[in-house]
């Protein structure tokens, strides 16, 4: 199934249009993909090749996305698509974030919320790869699951734009946000997204919806106490009452470094008490 009802992009001259999704805000030349690989230019407006492509299926314990405040001791009925807005190296979804090769399983907005009626869960996650590059399936999917009596989570890396971020949280009962690290040239240069479009994505959910952050302890990219310190103050200048995630990266994709010693991330998990009020620290 195709749709050119993709929203976010704006006509340029020569049939060349531009994204306004996330932070890239890819120029595309007609036949062309975006950084995304996931939204395209054709012959001057933009159409979604995978829409409604699902790579993902799963029943899932709440705390698994990871949410502790939110509905705790449920499960949620979890889906993911295929792509993403950002490249980092250690990603451990890339086998859908960064595909080889795709398999074509299309499941529309409604049939998915009926599955997600029929398991018996209480709530529906949009997680695994990047959800708001989908934003136009996941908004109406949102909407069903709202008139079924179904809550909606949102996992995501916050890389959008603060006006596809509002509409989305919008129909958002609770998100989980990665917040990946402190340093701005590391989530530019390394990571493939703005920290500063990320924050304000924070702060827009923290008005709309029930709001946790992840951070991923990754060696080089966030493993100091000064880095977790400067994530802490953000978020408790937003709210002290943000929980946050702070997770022990593990091997993935085309990052081999060993872990950071489970001793640091106890000490980083310490260091965001002075400043926030629920942390958690995994190893």
């Known amino acids: 199934m195709e749709t050119d009802l993709a929203r976010y992009w704006r006509s340029l001259d020569e049939q060349r ?23 395209e230019n054709r012959a001057g407006s933009m159409v979604l090749p995978w829409y409604a492509w699902i790579s993902s299926i799963a029943i899932d314990p709440v705390e698994k996305k990871p949410l502790r405040r939110f509905m705790p ?21 890339w086998e859908i974030a960064h595909p080889v090769r795709i398999e074509k399983d299309i499941i529309g907005p409604e049939r998915l919320i009926e599955l997600a009626v029929e398991s018996g869960c209480p709530s529906i996650s949009f997680t695994y790869s990047e959800p708001t590059l989908h934003i136009e399936y996941v908004v109406e999917a949102m909407q069903l699951a709202h008139r079924r009596g179904l809550k909606t989570i949102l996992v995501t890396n916050g890389n959008a734009l603060p006006g596809p971020a509002r509409d989305i ?18 989530y530019k240069d ?21 709001l946790e952050v992840t ?23 937003v709210s002290t009452d943000i929980p946050l995630h702070i997770t022990r990266y ?32 995994y190893g």
């Open 190 to 210: 390394s990571l493939g997204g703005e920290i500063k479009v990320v924050q304000k994505f924070i702060q827009i959910a923290a008005e709309l919806c029930h």
């Open 17 to 39: 249009i531009q994204c306004l999704l996330c932070s890239h805000a890819c120029i595309l030349l007609n036949g062309k993909r975006g950084h995304c690989n996931a939204r």
């Open 169 to 186: 949280l919008l129909h958002t009962d609770a998100t989980n946000v990665d917040l990946k690290t402190a340093d701005p040239v590391i």
């Open 215 to 237: 951070s991923l302890a990754v060696p080089g990219v966030l493993d100091s106490l000064d880095q977790i310190e400067e994530i802490s103050r953000f978020l408790a200048s």
């Open 250 to 281: 593990h091997p993935a994709w085309k990052f081999s470094k060993a872990p950071l010693p489970l001793e640091l991330v106890h000490k980083m998990g310490e260091a965001a008490k002075q400043h926030l009020k629920y942390v958690y620290s």
């Open 73 to 93: 001791n449920t499960w949620t009925y979890s889906v993911g698509f295929w792509h993403c807005t950002m490249d980092c190296p250690f990603c451990q979804n």
